[in-house]
């Protein structure tokens, strides 16, 4: 089945500087790709969702690659500030409805200010 | 408001006992599924729901048991309660549609078996 390489799992930048965490999948099919923040004793926050046919979207200072003949996924916060500490998921799925979402095993990020 | 109830927040069990996880969300959405975060294991994927029908089952024990009463209801029981049972649950859910499919997820059960 569908594995996913998240890395790094701990990265801390100062405040103001970019952060960046990729994940890589296996399986050829995956077609969506989400990306999800976790603050301490909560849920999962999605932050973006990307379909296969985009290669870069942005969004409120974060910004998704994807590159498909590597099979690699990427985050970067731009700017990052002490709110963007938290632990960021990456997950894919093949299909469009009630598909699993395959999980990175999550990045924890620090904003030192 | 919060738009994905689960209930409880937390939940200490026995081993051996049984216990009901409750999910209801107010999205209006038509897709429900269950996931498991636990200190051994990344988040993985239990259950999904289409229209109160079980779509995918990735949960080797039947001990977890989705009921879904209402279409925007996923509650999980789980009997014979392990140790390695501990972890938090999360709901959640998704239109189910063509397309991207978000899953939004709710705020987690944190259940701990002594």
């Known amino acids: 089945g569908e594995q996913v390489e998240q890395r790094p799992p701990h990265l801390s930048v100062p405040e103001g500087d970019s952060a960046v965490i990729i994940c890589t999948y296996t399986?050829?099919?995956?077609?969506?790709f989400y990306w999800y923040k976790q603050e301490p004793g909560a849920g999962l926050q999605l932050l973006m969702s990307v379909f296969s046919n985009v290669d870069r979207k942005e969004e409120q200072g974060l910004t998704v690659l994807l590159n498909k003949k590597d099979k690699q996924l990427s985050l970067n916060l731009t700017a990052a500030h002490p709110g963007d500490s938290a632990v960021y998921f990456c997950a894919v799925s093949g299909g469009g409805g009630a598909d699993r979402l395959t999980f990175g095993k999550g990045t924890q990020l620090i904003i030192q200010p | 408001d919060p738009k994905i109830i689960q209930k409880p927040k937390y939940l200490v069990a026995v081993t051996g006992s049984e216990k009901i996880l409750i999910c209801e969300q107010y999205l209006g959405h038509n897709a429900m599924y269950w996931y498991r975060q636990s200190a051994k294991k990344p988040l993985e994927f239990m259950f999904s729901?289409?229209?109160?029908?079980?779509?995918d089952n990735q949960t080797a024990s039947s001990r977890f048991q989705p009921q879904s009463s209402k279409k925007n209801h996923l509650d999980l029981q789980i009997t014979a309660l392990k140790p390695d049972d501990s972890a938090t649950y999360f709901c959640?859910?998704?239109?189910?549609?063509?397309?991207?499919?978000?899953?939004?997820f709710g705020p987690g059960t944190r259940l701990t078996v002594l």
């Open positions: 959640a859910s998704s239109q189910d549609g063509w397309g991207v499919d978000e899953q939004y």
């Open positions: 399986d050829s099919a995956t077609a969506y």
């Open positions: 729901y289409s229209y109160q029908k079980l779509m």
